[in-house]
């Protein structure tokens, strides 16, 4: 059984970084891709930046492309999402997914290509 264990979230003012982290466990040798989504209050659930453990192609929302970095530590099944000159609308609640290639539409995967979801954990960017 695949679980994802985030963490890292916390309170953070305007400009600053904040480091999230995904520990995944129950992986088999299968090919998968790990994602950041992330909703804010009255929103829907939106792809932040994903990485397929295989080849490490990643993927950045147009919001985050260049204040954002996703990396995938294989060994460890870990993956780690650092976000620099954050903004007050990187407000959310930000969930790890993970996706098993078993054929994938498109990079990144489709949502309701992920089987596995972790737990929630809040960012919040003060202005």
């Known amino acids: 059984e695949v679980q994802l264990q985030a963490s890292g979230g916390g309170t953070v003012q305007a400009g600053g970084s904040l480091r999230l982290s995904c520990a995944a466990s129950g992986f088999g040798v299968d090919d998968y891709a790990i994602a950041w989504y992330r909703q804010a209050p009255g929103e829907e659930r939106l792809t932040v930046a994903c990485?397929?453990?295989?080849?490490?192609?990643?993927f950045y929302a147009d919001s985050v492309k260049d204040r954002a970095t996703i990396s995938n530590d294989n060994a460890a099944h870990t993956v780690s999402l650092l976000m620099n000159n954050l903004k007050p609308e990187d407000t959310a609640v930000y969930f790890c997914?993970?996706?098993?290639?078993?054929?994938?539409?498109?990079?990144?995967?489709?949502?309701?290509?992920?089987?596995?979801w972790g737990q929630g954990t809040l960012v919040t960017v003060s202005s």
């Open positions: 990485i397929s453990n295989k080849d490490g192609r990643t």
């Open positions: 997914a993970a996706s098993i290639d078993r054929g994938w539409f498109r990079f990144p995967p489709y949502r309701w290509e992920y089987e596995y």
